[in-house]
């Protein structure tokens, strides 16, 4: 802009003073200053007479338009100088807690990142130069020295806790931060560490024990929770026995109901419209829909020729229809109460394994099978399958959705699989549980986590992001009396809580052994998990249910909360 000045003098000592903006037409500083698209300031009255009368400006001899007039902001130097010195002590006062730890443990990671890229020299010159430019503006806005020297720092004792997670997952986490598309990747992968390590441990709150008098060993085969807080357990019993697992208040928690079977209980499913009514299906392969509350069976389906292994599950968004898939029939049958005889029934390219819905769709399926492939189905096209997912190696046994468009696998190749759903594409491969030829569970825990168990008789925690289980909770046997959580020959990076080891390391590598974990064939393994509430029940294949509840790590939230 141009702008009168008033001369104070350039004698020799003198500092000469800042100009003064002054209005272009009546050359007095400009009251309510206003800016024509050419920025010569005026006056607003000066300004709105100009356009009365339609005389341009007195300048430049541009035309005023009202259009294009910025009122009352005054841009001259001085004034966009204290506006920045005014953003820039607002952007202080506004980094909170949060955002604080998010950019430290960017920060340390990226001190990691560093670190390792030195060591590659000449062939990671282009990606150690993003990093180190990256780490130079984060100690800056920390006012962080430590870590803007080229040799590695120790690792501050908040984030060395997860350090071992953060490097198991390491590959992933770098992968991430390379390919991320924000502005801000520290940001980026700050907040993929802060959520994805959120959890760090899980604590024990009690024990189910299905084993009685009639029976002198119980398998349980699966575990099914209902939004009211009840746990339903099938197995090698003739009951299927109701617990409420989050309202005990003694170490043994007993069943507040045993509904009489008659039989082996494969799978059960609580209907989430009406939390009263189980779905069972059994060995003598029918399904059965039970009301707890009445203890009585209200409806029996049969249909599936054969079927010990009988999987179920409600129609979401049309709680009078559910689905079974049974294993030796090969088909997925469609059942609506009030009916006699399925409405509908799905033919599978080869034996089914089990079935799950698609959240917030009555129409779309997802089955596994025998052929080691997944498949998906539309109900109102149930002529052949939308699509087939091909990559596991051996049979998946367990199926659940994180969301409505991320579908979880687990197969006995000793692999967790994520599949986008719509376009049958397999995102990402989890390992580091153990699982050859029998059923570990599979349970989502949250929107980005989802547990599993192992043949090492250990529970795996998963992120959607991450390869690497990023908690390991070993449980201990439920009949060796030898296995210690305090024996100093166990990994001692593992920590002990209670009766059983939290090994808070990012995984458990697909071999045990290379943890350092003895493999010992007695311990049993882990047959079924869900989560319930806030309680996360375990089942040991010799008939114990382990109660825990996951902890956040409070050295990761301790100042957020």
């Known amino acids: 802009a141009v702008v009168s000045t008033q001369s104070t003098g350039t004698g020799a000592g003198v500092t000469p003073s800042k100009p003064t903006p002054t209005c272009q037409v009546c050359l007095h500083p400009p009251h309510h200053p206003t800016y024509p698209s050419c920025q010569h300031v005026m006056c607003e009255d000066c300004c709105n007479t100009a356009l009365k009368l339609g005389v341009p400006c007195s300048v430049c001899r541009q035309e005023i338009r009202p259009e294009s007039l910025v009122r009352g902001v005054d841009t001259s130097l001085g004034a966009l100088e204290r506006e920045l010195e005014r953003l820039k002590r607002m952007k202080v006062q506004l980094l909170s807690s949060k955002e604080r730890e998010i950019k430290k443990m960017s920060l340390e990671f990226l001190s990691e990142c560093r670190d390792q890229k030195l060591l590659k020299l000449k062939k990671l010159k282009t990606e150690l130069s993003v990093v180190q430019s990256e780490i130079t503006a984060l100690a800056r806005d920390l006012g962080d020295t430590n870590h803007a020297e080229t040799e590695p720092a120790d690792l501050d004792q908040h984030i060395s806790a997860n350090y071992a997670n953060i490097l198991k997952n390491f590959p992933d986490l770098e ?323 209670g009766d059983h080891q939290q090994v808070n390391t990012a995984a458990a590598a697909a071999n045990s052994e290379d943890q350092g974990y003895p493999r010992r064939e007695d311990q049993g393994h882990i047959s079924a998990v869900v989560k319930v509430g806030e309680v996360v029940c375990a089942a040991h294949e010799k008939g114990k249910v382990r109660l825990m509840r996951l902890e956040e790590d409070k050295r990761i939230i301790g100042e957020l909360n």
């Open 175 to 497: 992968d991430n931060y390379f390919t991320s598309t924000k502005t801000s990747k520290h940001g980026s992968i700050g907040e993929l560490i802060y959520k994805a390590f959120k959890y760090g441990s899980l604590g024990d709150t009690g024990e189910i024990d299905m084993a009685d008098s009639r029976a002198t060993k119980v398998y349980v085969y699966g575990m099914s929770g209902s939004s009211t807080g009840l746990l339903s357990v099938t197995g090698t019993l003739d009951t299927v026995n109701i617990y409420r697992p989050e309202d005990n208040l003694l170490p043994v928690v007993y069943p507040v109901t045993k509904l009489p079977a008659g039989c082996y209980t494969w799978s059960s499913a609580w209907n989430p419209s009406s939390p009263a009514l189980l779905a069972v299906g059994d060995y003598k392969s029918q399904v059965r829909v039970w009301d707890v509350r009445a203890h009585v069976a209200t409806q029996t389906f049969t249909g599936h020729v054969s079927s010990k292994y009988l999987n179920v599950a409600w129609s979401p968004g049309r709680p009078q229809q559910l689905v079974s898939a049974g294993f030796d029939s090969a088909s997925v049958k469609v059942w609506r109460l009030g009916e006699q005889g399925s409405v509908l029934s799905v033919r599978v390219p080869d034996k089914p394994l089990m079935v799950r819905c698609k959240p917030g769709s009555p129409f779309h399926l997802a089955v596994s099978s025998v052929d080691r492939n997944l498949y998906s189905f539309d109900l109102r096209r149930p002529d052949k399958p939308l699509a087939g997912f091909s990559g596991h190696s051996k049979s998946a046994f367990q199926l659940c959705f994180l969301n409505s468009k991320t579908l979880i696998s687990a197969a006995v190749d000793g692999t967790l699989k994520q599949w986008h759903y719509d376009k049958g594409q397999c995102v990402r491969t989890h390992r580091g549980h153990l699982n050859t030829v029998k059923f570990i569970g599979l349970e989502v825990v949250d929107e980005e986590h989802v547990m599993c168990g192992s043949e090492d008789n250990s529970l795996m925690l998963y992120h959607q992001a991450l390869s690497k289980p990023v908690l390991v909770h070993r449980l201990r046997s439920c009949e060796d009396s030898e296995y210690s959580p305090a024996d100093p020959s166990r990994d001692a990076g593992e920590r002990q809580t």
